[in-house]
């Protein structure tokens, strides 16, 4: 079964909210970045959040239908999460909310969740003990296992899914092995192989093809996450905030862009620009030394803008729609 949780995250529907980095756990397979590991910080996609309203701007940015609170362990700072958690069911009471945790969650916590979780992914690391997974499925949430496939783990994981069938789990997710800049010294000394062409540990895919012939369970690939779902909401947050001179390619932002010498002179392109061809004046945007527009009309004004005084450069960006907006690829014209 595909959680209600993963099915809005492939559409790209789901923020990820990241509540802490701060984890009491250590993995040696722990999937975050330097940044991130034990750094008590919070973001919203890939906006640092500073205050309630970073998280409701940002999940207004993509017209998120529900959120997935992640870290470090959410439940380490359980006062903070269930802020969050409300927060967002306030303002959207139908917003769905799934938390990641590697903690053994008590009824006291359970209770408090309930009516603000929609979905309780429980991370396993010692798979000796699903007393708390039992625990859980009594309350009003849906509750799954979400794990890495440790290429090691393969007969224990087929024991494991077989026990949580028998306790009645309601989905278990197997996500492909990654590695991270921090954890390859650990994938090596366990003599794993590191693929060359994404973050992902080439066993994991075929032992996982051994335990992942059930219904309730669901295998998660790196390209699901970094292909599909990353991309579909770079593409819903795209069409949301894109301005009326920007193209969607590929979940990027596409746009024509003319570096000038200063503001003075960018304004004077703007002008001359909206002189020579027939556009509305929101396609030619001055901000600073920049003048942005349609790629395409950046394209056909090179002929003459480029031997003009004051005029650095003249190219193609395309960049992720993103809080911080990156730069993904150049092209010079
Ligand atoms: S529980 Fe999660 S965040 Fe904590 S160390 Fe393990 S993988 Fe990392």
């Known amino acids: 079964m595909v959680a209600t949780g993963c099915n809005m995250c492939l559409k790209g529907a789901k923020m990820v909210l990241f509540v802490t980095g701060v984890c009491g756990f250590s993995c040696w397979y722990c999937p975050l970045s330097e940044e991130r590991w034990q750094k008590d910080v919070v973001y919203a996609n890939e906006r640092p959040v500073l205050c309630d309203d970073d998280v409701l701007e940002e999940a207004r940015a993509m017209n998120a239908l529900g959120t997935g609170i992640t870290g470090g362990d959410p439940v380490g700072c359980l006062e903070r999460t269930l802020h969050y958690a409300t927060l967002l069911k306030k303002e959207w009471p139908d917003h769905h909310i799934h938390l990641y945790t590697a903690s053994h969650l008590k009824e006291k916590t359970l209770e408090v969740m309930e009516g603000l979780i929609d979905e309780l992914r429980f991370h396993l690391i010692d798979f000796s003990d699903i007393s708390f997974v039992s625990r859980a499925l009594k309350y009003r949430f849906d509750v799954g296992v979400e794990i890495p496939m440790i290429p090691s783990r393969v007969r224990e994981t087929q024991h494991l899914i077989q026990r949580l069938k028998g306790i009645g789990i309601h989905f278990i997710n197997i996500n492909e092995l990654e590695y991270a800049d921090r954890t390859i010294e650990e994938m090596r000394k366990r003599k794993l192989t590191l693929s060359n062409d994404t973050c992902v540990i080439e066993e994991s895919g075929k032992a996982a093809a051994q335990v992942v012939q059930d219904e309730v369970v669901h295998y998660c690939t790196a390209h699901d996450k970094d292909s599909i779902q990353l ?78 005084e004051g005029i650095i450069q003249i190219g193609i960006e395309k960049r992720y729609p993103t809080y911080t907006n990156p730069l993904i690829e150049y092209i010079p014209l």
């Open 231 to 308: 991309r579909n909401r770079f593409i819903r947050r795209a069409a949301l905030t894109r301005k009326p001179y920007e193209d969607i390619e590929d979940g990027m932002l596409v746009k024509g862009v003319i570096v000038c010498c200063s503001g003075r002179a960018a304004r004077n392109i703007r002008t001359l620009l909206l002189e020579r061809v027939d556009v509305p004046e929101a396609f030619v945007e001055v901000l600073g030394e920049r003048v942005e527009t349609h790629w395409a009309l950046a394209e056909e004004a090179v002929p003459w803008i480029k031997p003009m």
